[in-house]
């Protein structure tokens, strides 16, 4: 059974950079049919697609936030790293790790999520 | 980008009702279309996807149908366990993009 874990500090100060890893297992990283994704969800709001990657290191980010993240992948660990500088409260989120359906040279749903950490900005 | 606007915000219904979510795409999306129910303090889970295709291992009560812009979720006879919040997301275009959400509440 494919399980996806957040790890990762709980608080980060202002102006400084949130980093999470999340880590693989019960399955390969490095399959050719998956991306791997990042998504947050501001408390009590909806949820926003952070972005994502494939195995070889080929991502796509959300425009919206494109200028402070950057999505890593270690493929002899079976993870994958999401980096957002110069954080604000406004970044204050649940934020999740998923795994993303990839056919036909499309991305497709998410279909396998890790349990999602809190990560509060504030000083 | 795509904006997905989804109808009612919240719905009141009782155990055994049929209820009805919509869920409206900024422009045509096929049939790209996913799904998701999300229980408090948990990760959504993946219900359909391709507008009407069930995920393995979820009940048949769950249906999906539309296509283009317009696409709506059906459970058939809610249980106690489906009062949850439910969610669409487009995957026509990139970025990916959910819909607000759907609050689905006890009578």
């Known amino acids: 059974q494919l399980q996806l874990q957040e790890s990762g500090p709980g608080l980060v100060k202002p102006s400084e950079t949130l980093s999470l890893t999340c880590t693989v297992s019960?399955?390969?990283?490095?399959?050719?049919?998956?991306?791997w994704g990042w998504i947050r969800q501001p408390p009590g709001k909806g949820l926003e697609w952070i972005g994502s990657?494939?195995?070889?290191?080929?991502?796509y980010y959300n425009p919206s936030l494109k200028s402070r993240v950057t999505i890593s992948v270690d493929t002899s660990k079976n993870q994958f790293s999401l980096k957002l500088s110069s954080v604000t409260a406004a970044d204050t989120a649940v934020y999740y790790c998923?795994?993303?359906?990839?056919?036909?040279?499309?991305?497709?749903?998410?279909?396998?999520w890790g349990q999602g950490t809190l990560v509060t900005v504030s000083s | 980008a795509i904006r997905m606007t989804q109808s009612p915000s919240s719905l009141s219904a009782s155990t055994g009702d049929r209820v009805t979510i919509t869920c409206r795409a900024s422009?045509?999306?096929?049939?790209?279309l996913a799904w998701y129910q999300q229980k408090p303090g948990k990760a959504p889970k993946l219900l359909i996807y391709?507008?009407?295709t069930l995920q393995s291992g979820v009940p048949s009560r769950f249906s999906g149908s539309g296509s283009g812009t317009d696409f709506t979720l059906t459970i058939s006879c809610l249980q106690s366990e489906d009062f949850a919040t439910y969610y669409c997301?487009?995957?026509?275009?990139?970025?990916?993009?959910f819909g607000q959400g759907t609050r689905l509440e006890i009578k």
């Open positions: 998923a795994r993303v359906i990839y056919d036909a040279g499309e991305l497709g749903p998410l279909d396998y």
């Open positions: 019960g399955g390969s990283i490095s399959s050719s049919s998956y991306y």
């Open positions: 990657i494939y195995y070889s290191g080929s991502t």
């Open positions: 422009q045509g999306i096929s049939s790209y």
């Open positions: 391709a507008a009407s």
């Open positions: 997301q487009q995957y026509y275009s990139y970025p990916p993009a």
